[in-house]
């Protein structure tokens, strides 16, 4: 029985005052959550008859640094619990806000209507079809995929050949448009994607 990499993600949501709200409070969204967010915000409306928060959506170290540097979020949903900490750091999470949401797995993407090569054939083959993750510097999804090439000891070999998206949509968009031959991204990325499927990523690397 296949087991399934537990490397999931944690979304966190952070509240803090704002010298000037605006007039409906504006929640920073991790990318990964495009696809989620507006049926949440509906069911929000439909239930309590209130205006729900304006959405924008960015890469969870982005959306820090927009709140690091003033930017007037009243909340920010994140996909990265080391993002959290860097709010809690500074003191900007209001006591009692922080809210566990959800999990999610990563997946080895690709087009077409089934996923049959391994991450280390798809790694392997990276230097003539590159492989595309978001940049572990800034989104939470690049830095699982990079810890999942480093303990399959495959980073050394496909790092050179890495194509880096700033947010999950981008590393979507080299799938789709043919530039990368394979992603990993999470596989809730996937939904409502027409074209593209995706593996679980498992222990061994099996298929």
């Known amino acids: 029985m296949k087991t399934i990499r537990s490397l999931s993600f944690l979304l966190c949501v952070a509240c803090w005052c704002c010298a000037a709200p605006p007039t409906l409070p504006t929640l920073g969204a991790a990318a990964s959550l ?14 309590t008859g209130l205006s729900a928060p304006q959405i924008t959506y960015g890469a969870s170290g982005k959306l820090v640094g927009q709140v690091l540097a003033g930017a007037p979020l009243s909340g920010v ?8 900490k860097r709010l809690g750091e500074r003191d900007l999470i209001r006591g009692g806000t922080i809210v566990n949401l959800a999990t999610n797995h990563l997946v080895l ?4 209507a089934e996923v049959q090569r391994t991450l280390t054939a798809v790694a392997g083959d ?25 303990d399959e000891g495959l980073w050394d070999a496909c ?14 968009a080299y799938l789709q448009s043919g530039a990368v031959d394979a992603a990993i991204v999470y596989g809730t990325d996937l939904h409502g994607q027409s074209g593209l499927s995706g ?9």
């Open 126 to 150: 990276a230097e003539s079809s590159p492989l595309a993750i978001g940049d572990p510097r800034f989104v939470p999804v690049g830095r699982y995929a990079q810890d999942v090439l480093v």
């Open 199 to 207: 593996a679980p990523l498992s222990q061994g690397d099996r298929p």
């Open 34 to 47: 495009r696809h989620v967010m507006p049926s949440l915000v509906q069911s929000y409306e439909t239930e």
């Open 77 to 84: 949903v994140l996909a990265s619990e080391r993002q959290l």
């Open 109 to 112: 993407a690709r087009r077409g």
């Open 159 to 172: 790092e050179p050949h890495l194509i880096r998206g700033g947010h999950v949509a981008a590393v979507l």
